[in-house]
């Protein structure tokens, strides 16, 4: 390879790794979005106590450090079979802990559901080889530990659902598009704020991908390699590539058999890109899957400037789990 050759190649790998920091330090920055916080009194939350349910912590689903979840259950455990709802917490894939989801976990569970927050391995110094999709393994993975373990205690799981906000939005997703024919009960809907669920350049504007210069190709390359765990080669907008970025793009899953899904964005989100979520959307409308998307159209990532469509989110939320998977 020409010393030319070699600067130029120099060069991208530098922009690919300043784009990841760039991208880890806005996630880890970004503000807190509204599932982390009640501007709606008592309406999302509940006064946990032993009349509603016990919670049961640091339940281990593998060897990892990070392979713990929390589980609540209600006190009514006399029926012949309960609904399980899995919150997948935020945090950019770097930082959060289930503990940080008790509030919404302790609310759902007062509906007579099941709940478990769920831990998965952190990309940090420590485990740098942690990814979007060893993450999303790792959920996968707990799975039959958290309905076993909720057999255990009495409470026979025979449906599930799946959510979270921000990278625990993209984890749900790809468990509920990717992994639900393997799941080890029928998953029967979806719901997640704020997760990106595509990677194409042209998309994360925010970030300066879209530039379709070798230095924002390479950026984006660098970003979505990292977030893949795998080196991606493929051109950009190839079946190729797709065909690389799918075990962690939830766009590409959708089709006529996606569980219905229930979404909310902030139209100037800075920290995932929003134009990612219009096509989301777009797939879902084409392939009828039965779906309600929330425009927050004056927030960013916190969906922090629309209180009356987001309290409209968790009341459709609560709507999809009466009709898809009703108490029995």
């Given at each position: ?8 190649r ?26 982390m916080?009640?501007?709606f009194?008592?309406?999302f ?6 009349s ?49 989801d ?8 007062s509906?007579?559901y ?9 990309f ?8 979007v ?38 984890l ?10 393997s ?34 190709e ?24 797709d ?48 779906h ?20 409209a ?16």
């Amino acid at each position: 390879m020409s010393q030319g050759k070699r600067e130029k190649r120099k060069g991208r790998v530098m922009w690919g790794l300043i784009y990841v920091l760039t991208f880890l330090i806005a996630f880890c920055s970004s503000a807190a979005f509204k599932m982390m916080y009640q501007p709606f009194g008592d309406e999302f939350s509940v006064d946990w106590n032993d009349s509603i349910g016990t919670t049961y912590t640091d339940i281990a689903y593998g060897s990892g450090e990070a392979n713990k979840f929390d589980l609540y259950v209600p006190v009514d455990n006399s029926r012949k079979g309960y609904g399980l709802i899995v919150y997948l917490h935020a945090g950019g894939f770097t930082s959060g802990d289930k503990s940080g989801d008790a509030e919404i976990l302790q609310w759902l569970c007062s509906k007579e559901y099941v709940t478990a927050g769920i831990n998965y391995t952190l990309f940090s110094e420590e485990h740098p080889e942690a990814s979007v999709y060893s993450q999303s393994m790792e959920i996968k993975q707990s799975m039959p530990y958290v309905i076993a373990e909720a057999e255990k205690l009495g409470y026979h799981i025979d449906e599930m659902a799946i959510a979270g906000g921000s990278a625990g939005g993209t984890l749900a997703l790809l468990y509920a598009y990717r992994d639900a024919e393997s799941s080890p009960v029928p998953v029967k809907m979806v719901f997640e704020a704020v997760g990106p669920s595509s990677f194409y350049p042209e998309d994360w504007r925010s970030y300066g991908l879209d530039q379709n210069t070798a230095e924002s190709e390479a950026g984006a390359r660098g970003l979505f390699s990292a977030m893949a765990g795998k080196e991606l080669k493929a051109e950009f907008d190839t079946p190729a590539y797709d065909e690389e970025i799918k075990d962690i793009s939830a766009l590409l899953w959708v089709n006529e058999n996606t569980v219905p899904t229930v979404l909310a964005y902030g139209k100037y989100d800075k920290v995932q890109p929003y134009e990612g979520s219009v096509r989301l959307r777009k797939a879902l409308e084409d392939n009828r899957v039965p779906h309600d998307y929330y425009l927050c159209a004056h927030s960013g990532h916190g969906l922090q400037n629309d209180n009356k469509v987001y309290a409209a989110y968790m009341r459709k939320i609560l709507e999809y789990l009466a009709k898809y998977m009703p108490v029995k």
